[in-house]
């Protein structure tokens, strides 16, 4: 037990293995065990379905249109089924979302440079984005919607306002952080300010920034999902909404945990591809 608790003590290949698997295993294991009692107690429950009930609702979702669409009586193959099937339409919904607004927060690490690098933009933009970043985005839900309708504009713009502020301050501290002595020294060697602030600054902080970006799309999908759930047709945080109404757990848990593995792989992709990018860099801390 001693070996446990010493800062220099290294699991080995096996034991580390075992250990990351050991908490899935815990929570598996005392779900089915709650989902059986409440079904020897009621068989009819449907708060804790059966793995069983699980898998048929989660394969009905992969392979059959969702209630409102109108099913096809024509024979049609795996593929056919799949790209019209009821969880494929919701992801497909909420990731064209969820992409469109990601992609709308790389322009928030420019202006934070450039807030950083330039003072004039600095004084005119950052007391506004620190008094902006306060304000609690889903309370500006109802102007969105009274502003930007219902439709998808409202939902990606709730998306920015609430994760914006975040990437442009985190861009302004990491921009701040830069020694200013290497600033000097490429002035010293005939660079100008642009060039300074895109090839010295900018490529010091953009693994950095990246990685904040890649540790915000919780946040990204949080929002994303609380403009679904209360104004929208399709997506994958509807259908949870949805399902809520006819207490279909059965369906609503393994969506739950599609959206996590698609994050998941969101994650580990943006991972992979920032240490492609920037070899040279090490991250503080194992994330």
Avoid at 127 to 135: C, G, L, N, Y
Wanted: a positive charge; hydrophobic letters at 55%; charged letters at 15%.
């Amino acid at each position: 037990m001693t070996g446990v608790l010493r800062i220099h003590s290294i699991p080995g290949r096996a034991t580390a293995w075992i250990l990351s698997w050991a908490l899935f295993a815990a929570g598996i294991s005392a779900y089915l065990m709650a989902s059986r009692a409440r079904h020897i107690e009621n068989p009819d429950d449907r708060v804790t379905p059966t793995l069983i009930q699980m898998g048929q609702a989660f394969a009905d979702a992969a392979l059959k249109p969702p209630s409102e669409a109108e099913a096809s009586d024509a024979p049609q193959s795996f593929a056919a089924r799949f790209a019209s099937s009821m969880l494929w339409l919701d992801t497909k919904a909420t990731g064209r979302r969820f992409l469109i607004a990601v992609a709308l927060l790389f322009p928030a690490v420019i202006i934070g440079l450039h807030m950083a690098m330039f003072p004039y933009i600095g004084s005119f933009l950052l007391r506004f984005v620190q008094f902006f970043d306060k304000i609690v985005a889903l309370s500006l839900l109802p102007i969105l919607f009274i502003a930007f309708g219902i439709d998808e504009l409202a939902k990606i713009m709730l998306i920015v306002i609430g994760v914006t502020p975040t990437i442009l301050l985190d861009t302004f501290n990491l921009s701040k952080g830069v020694p200013r002595e290497q600033i000097v020294k490429g002035f010293t060697l005939g660079a100008g300010d642009f060039r300074i602030a895109y090839g010295i600054v900018l490529k010091q902080i953009w693994p950095r920034v990246f990685n904040s970006i890649r540790l915000n799309l919780k946040a990204v999908m949080l929002f994303l999902f609380a403009g679904e759930m209360i104004a929208s047709t399709d997506g994958l945080a509807y259908r949870i909404a949805l399902m809520r109404r006819h207490m279909g757990m059965d369906t609503i848990i393994p969506y739950v945990l599609w959206v996590a593995l698609l994050l998941f792989l969101v994650d580990v992709g943006m991972s992979r591809i920032n240490r492609w990018l920037h070899p040279w860099f090490e991250p503080e801390g194992a994330r």
